[in-house]
């Protein structure tokens, strides 16, 4: 295997933009490694033996960000154990001490291609993910949690997306149309990263 750096995209976005549905659907048309940075933590946070896991179940029930140490190793893990090298990192960083702790993790290890921004109306994302609550079980679709979700993607997450901005990284997509649509939207951000590489 040669030893490329991998590429990596983030992807970013309100809780219930559509991030995980887009996400699938890249990894299946584009040959990308579709790693949720949420669902790294929650399998780790289901392993009754991990005292990571601990830590993070205490963060995911306060709606709290977990420390990113702790996330930049389960994904870099992740990555290595793949024997890919291009990968859709799906909700994260989520904030200036995440991108820190990246940098600090990450620093020359990856060629960040570009961030996916899936822009969403709150009341659309607030009705999305308490209809997905219904079927998927989550903690975290539920009114309560999903407030507090928000304010924190609100006061943390948009600030990282303004930051990208300026290094032309951010392509952003409407993601309040139909799944459809939105893909449509991906497609010609991916096919204009692959003709530039």
């Given at each position: 295997?040669a030893?490329?750096?991998p590429?990596v995209?983030?992807?970013?976005?309100?809780?219930?933009a559509?991030?995980g549905?887009?996400?699938?659907?890249i990894?299946?048309?584009?040959d990308?490694?579709?790693?949720?940075?949420?669902?790294?933590?929650?399998?780790?946070?289901a392993?009754?033996?991990?005292t990571?896991g601990k830590?993070?179940?205490?963060h995911?029930?306060?709606?709290s960000i977990?420390p990113v140490?702790?996330?930049?190793?389960?994904?870099?893990?992740a990555m290595k154990?793949?024997?890919?090298?291009?990968f859709?990192?799906?909700?994260?960083?989520?904030?200036?001490d995440n991108?820190d702790?990246?940098?600090?993790?990450?620093?020359?290890k990856?060629n960040i291609?570009c961030?996916l921004?899936?822009?969403?109306?709150?009341k659309t994302c607030v009705a999305?993910?308490?209809?997905?609550?219904?079927?998927s079980?989550?903690?975290?679709d539920?009114?309560e949690?999903?407030?507090?979700?928000?304010?924190?993607?609100?006061?943390s997450?948009?600030?990282v997306?303004?930051m990208?901005?300026?290094?032309?990284l951010v392509?952003r997509i409407d993601a309040?149309?139909?799944?459809d649509?939105?893909?449509?939207d991906?497609?010609n951000?991916?096919?204009?990263i692959?003709?530039?590489?």
């Open positions: 295997m030893a490329t750096k590429n995209i983030f992807v970013l976005g309100g809780p219930g559509g991030k549905t887009q996400c699938t659907r990894a299946e048309a584009y990308y490694v579709h790693l949720s940075a949420g669902d790294l933590l929650r399998e780790e946070a392993k009754p033996d991990s990571l830590e993070i179940n205490e995911l029930k306060n709606g977990v140490a702790i996330t930049c190793k389960l994904l870099e893990n154990n793949s024997g890919k090298e291009n859709l990192i799906d909700g994260f960083p989520r904030n200036k991108i702790g990246w940098q600090k993790a990450m620093d020359g990856v291609q961030v921004f899936f822009d969403c109306d709150e999305r993910c308490l209809e997905r609550g219904k079927a079980g989550r903690t975290d539920n009114e949690s999903l407030k507090k979700r928000i304010i924190t993607y609100n006061e997450t948009r600030p997306i303004q990208y901005e300026k290094d032309n392509k309040s149309n139909d799944v649509k939105v893909f449509q991906v497609q951000v991916l096919n204009n692959k003709s530039t590489n």
